[in-house]
């Protein structure tokens, strides 16, 4: 059975028994807790803690899922995918215990005929926690598991909560004897890859509070209602139905498996375990990546963008390993879409972005890859040169971390330069950088905010946004919030009124709340209530679970009481500038794509009054004529005057008819639609815009950047501000033209001019201070020192020189001292504080014992630098110029000692 039949197979189940289908959510939503989502249930966690209500009691889903903390296994085990698809069933309050375990045993035993997977009972165990007795029942009942079937298991097996306090309950799961040849009899507990889990049942009952491990917490008590939250692997059920061995050779991750094998050296299943695990992480990486570009992340340095970019260079490594040469990205892209395009159609859509950004990284790798190789050469050769024949742990380290550089290549290329490598000390240091990983991921780890203040508020239903047709609205207070704490008072001057914050919650309110990159509006609200007029500034508007505007204030004047009446009104002038910056976002995203092409998509925003900032996915910066040409565009359709329309229909309707969606945002089913003239703009959008284009005012680009890998920044002035800058250039402009006495079309080539005559002019120096340091060395040649039978030149130089200049000089020297054994070591303060120095050896003194690579040392240790080198030639660079003097006296010293 394929897995996109599986997946329908199991969604047409639980909707034929009354569930809601709902859509996987993105890998990436806006929960501090988790940089992916990793379980079918995180989209659902607001109504899990009750923060919203649900809009159904019963739902089923298969939720795209990546787990990466153990990324270096992948492949060692085969079961374990660092991309998933968890599918799930979920009650809200309804069905419990009885009912999860009577519909999960019909989908799992059910013939193929009757719609289910056609799983043999008598090979299906079950665990269940420790006391659950009523679990252990219905098993019995249900589907006539003997006694022996079924197995009670502890805490960290078997009761399941977020790991963070929250919803928890004990859980229940389902096993499949895959037979002897897996291994030992027992269940479960004796041995896991012979008994496989393919499905986990929550029952969600209990509230947890803070904890330190998966069976070291405190339950607090029941939950107010009692959920289920279940999981089915659809990897592991595949693997099964397929009858393959493993979750790496099933119809979507084969393929990927093949097409390495095709041109690989060494194929796949040959009995090399190394090579078999680089096969499946290629398999299983490369799914990972497409599925996480394709919800809108670029490869980083950070974030979501680091653990991209790991998963694509361990593609590229293991295919290295296996002694692929040439490119593979764009074919295994191409792969994964194939195989999962049926189940995921964004893979397809999108396609020619999420290739060409992998296929981007794989060339930055390979570059990446060829310095890397220098520095190793450079730090064999140093480690040669000292005698040893172990490469360090730091350099290693140094390779990996600096430059991305796999150890295990780092491991060939010793063995082929007669070296070993220090493992231990490498992995010492890996664990050190792991620790603060897991540290620093502690810290920011935290319990979801509590929002049980909010709660009756958010279930009574969303506020009522007026500010698309008014910017004043009557209204009623719902709520007052002083830190977070309700209250049904708060007055000028009162304790309460001077907290860090006040809150106001309205029925209705024309005061946009910060969304899609438009900050909030800023107003007032006012009333007339027992004890007078009372005022509050806004300052800022949030929204709580998605419907209940909160607006935080400053009360400048009398009293509010909850219930009271009161006018919101928005600040005219801020809305104005708002919608500008609004609108402009939108128009400079339309010329984005009109000059760049399609592959130009949005990945994030961010306007205020006057102001934008776009970022897009692009590889590159943009050339001038580019830059040019979008601001031509952009402010040619405000210009044009465009009238700006929206409209209210259903998603997939919006979709079709053109309108641009941020990629990772979840968008309900019925959408708001911004159009702009025309097709030139169409996008989904909450936001406020202006009535017509002409509105916006001038566009004027501020610069292009990047800020990230694969993604770039465009930043604007729009309306006033626009004209504000444009007239501080103007003035700026005719100040050049007065102080250098041209015409203002002329500044452009003066200035040029002046430029290549001040680089001339430095380049005269630089030849006339090199001349004169030439003549400085003759005359240290012929007064170089003798220690013992050695002449010696051991000076410090003109500030300013660079190591090259030194070695130019060295080379003028060391041909001046004659034929007997001599050294030359010239050390200088250079740029930027950096101590450079060079020492160099004859014939004749290298014969003597000494050598340029050992007596430079003695330079570095005193001007705390390194260095290294070989017998007749090394240099090195330190930062510490006070100790100059002390290190030419060491270099004579050792001289003298030999």
Request: hydrophobic share 40%.
């Amino acid at each position: 059975m394929q897995t996109h039949e599986i997946r329908k197979r199991f969604l047409d189940h639980f909707v034929n028994a009354g569930h809601a289908e709902v859509p996987s959510a993105s890998v990436i939503l806006d929960d501090p807790n988790l940089l992916f989502v990793n379980a079918g249930m995180v989209q659902f966690v607001p109504f899990f803690l009750g923060q919203r209500k649900p809009p159904w009691d019963r739902a089923t889903s298969v939720q795209k899922c990546i787990r990466t903390p153990d990324i270096d296994e992948v492949g060692i085990t085969t079961r374990h995918n660092t991309f998933f698809q968890m599918a799930g069933n979920f009650s809200f309050g309804d069905y419990f215990k009885r009912g999860a375990i009577e519909l999960a045993w019909a989908l799992l035993t059910n013939s193929v005929s009757e719609g289910g997977y056609g799983f043999d009972p008598e090979r299906l165990w079950a665990t269940v926690y420790l006391d659950d007795d009523e679990a252990a029942g219905l098993w019995q009942e249900i589907a006539g598991l003997p006694a022996e079937r079924i197995q009670r298991r502890g805490m960290a097996d078997n009761y399941w909560s977020m790991g963070i306090p929250g919803p928890c309950g004990p859980s229940s799961e389902i096993y499949y004897d895959r037979g002897p040849e897996y291994g030992i009899e027992g269940g479960p507990e004796a041995n896991e890859d012979r008994y496989i889990e393919i499905w986990n049942l929550v029952f969600m009952q209990n509230e947890r509070g803070e904890g330190t491990s998966k069976d070291d917490f405190e339950i607090l008590g029941p939950l107010p209602r009692q959920n289920i939250d279940t999981g089915m692997g659809v990897e592991r059920v595949a693997c099964l139905l397929q009858g393959v061995d493993n979750v790496y050779e099933t119809d979507l991750l084969r393929p990927a498996i093949d097409l390495i094998a095709g041109i690989a050296p060494r194929g796949y299943g040959q009995g090399h375990h190394d090579d078999d695990v680089r096969y499946r992480i290629i398999a299983d990486h490369s799914r990972t990546a497409a599925i996480i570009i394709a919800d809108g992340v670029s490869p980083g340095n950070e974030g979501r963008g680091y653990v991209l970019r790991r998963l694509l260079r361990r593609i590229i490594r293991a295919a290295k390993l296996l002694g692929v040469e040439q490119p593979v990205m764009a074919d295994l892209i191409a792969t994964v879409r194939d195989a999962m395009g049926p189940s995921y159609p964004e893979l397809v859509s999108d396609f020619d972005r999420i290739q060409r950004i992998a296929v981007a990284e794989e060339t930055a790798f390979n570059r990446t890859l060829a310095s890397g190789s220098k520095l190793f050469d450079d730090a064999a050769r140093a480690t040669k040169a000292s005698g040893a024949d172990v490469l360090s742990g730091t350099d290693a380290f140094t390779l990996h971390d600096t430059f991305g550089f796999p150890i295990e290549l780092t491991l060939e290329m010793a063995a082929e330069a007669d070296l070993r490598v220090d493992e231990e000390g490498f992995r010492g240091l890996m664990a050190e950088q792991r620790q603060r990983a897991k540290a620093d991921a502690a810290a920011r780890k935290q319990a979801h905010a509590d929002l049980s203040a909010y709660r009756d508020l958010v279930d009574a239903g969303p506020t009522e946004f007026t500010g698309f047709d008014e910017l004043a609205s009557e209204a009623t207070i719902l709520g007052i919030f002083v830190d977070g704490k309700r209250v049904p008072v708060v007055a000028h001057g009162a304790e309460a009124a001077a907290a860090d914050r006040v809150e106001l919650v309205l029925d209705r309110t024309p005061l946009y709340a910060e969304s899609g990159g438009q900050i909030a509006d800023i107003g007032t609200i006012s009333g007339t209530g027992s004890s007078g007029a009372a005022r509050a500034a806004v300052t800022d508007v949030q929204k709580i679970a998605k419907t209940l505007w909160v607006h935080r204030v400053n009360v400048e004047s009398g009293e509010f009481v909850e219930g009271d009446t009161i006018v919101a009104a928005v600040d005219p002038k801020w809305r104005h500038g708002a919608t500008q910056g609004h609108s402009g976002t939108h128009m400079v995203h339309a010329a984005l794509r009109q000059v760049l092409g399609p592959n130009a998509v949005q990945a994030g925003s961010l306007n205020r009054p006057g102001y934008l900032r776009f970022d897009f996915n692009w590889q590159g910066p943009l050339s001038e004529e580019q830059r040019n040409e979008i601001e031509l565009v952009t402010n040619e359709a405000v210009e044009a005057d465009h009238e700006v329309n929206t409209l209210y229909t259903k998603l997939d309707k919006a979709k079709a008819m053109g309108a641009m969606a941020l990629f990772g945002e979840a968008y309900p089913e019925d959408v708001r639609v911004v159009e702009i003239g025309g097709p030139f703009s169409i996008e989904l959008c909450g936001g406020t815009h202006v009535h017509n284009s002409a509105q916006i005012g001038p566009v004027t680009l501020l610069g292009e950047a990047s800020v990230g890998s694969g993604v770039r920044r465009v930043e604007a002035y729009v309306g006033l501000d626009s004209f504000k800058h444009l007239a501080k250039e103007r003035a700026l402009l005719a100040g050049l033209a007065t102080s250098l006495k041209v015409p203002s079309d002329e500044v452009p080539a003066r200035v040029a001019n002046l430029v290549d005559r001040l680089k001339s002019a430095e380049k005269e120096l630089d030849r006339l201070r090199l001349a004169g340091a030439r003549a400085a060395a003759a005359n240290a040649a012929a007064g170089a020192e003798e220690i013992g039978k050695v002449r010696v030149v051991a000076q410090r130089m003109a500030g300013g020189m660079s190591a090259g200049d030194l070695r130019s000089l060295v080379g003028d020297i060391r041909g001046k001292l004659g034929s007997g054994p001599g050294v030359v070591a010239l050390i200088a303060e250079g740029d930027n504080d950096s101590v450079p120095y060079v020492v160099a050896v004859n014939q004749a003194a290298q014969d003597a014992g000494l050598r340029a690579d050992d007596l430079v040392k003695q330079l570095s240790a005193a001007v705390d630098g390194r260095g290294g080198g070989k017998a007749d030639l090394a240099q090195g660079s330190g930062k510490g110029a006070a100790g100059i003097d002390a290190a030419l006296a060491a270099i004579r010293a050792e001289i003298g000692r030999r």
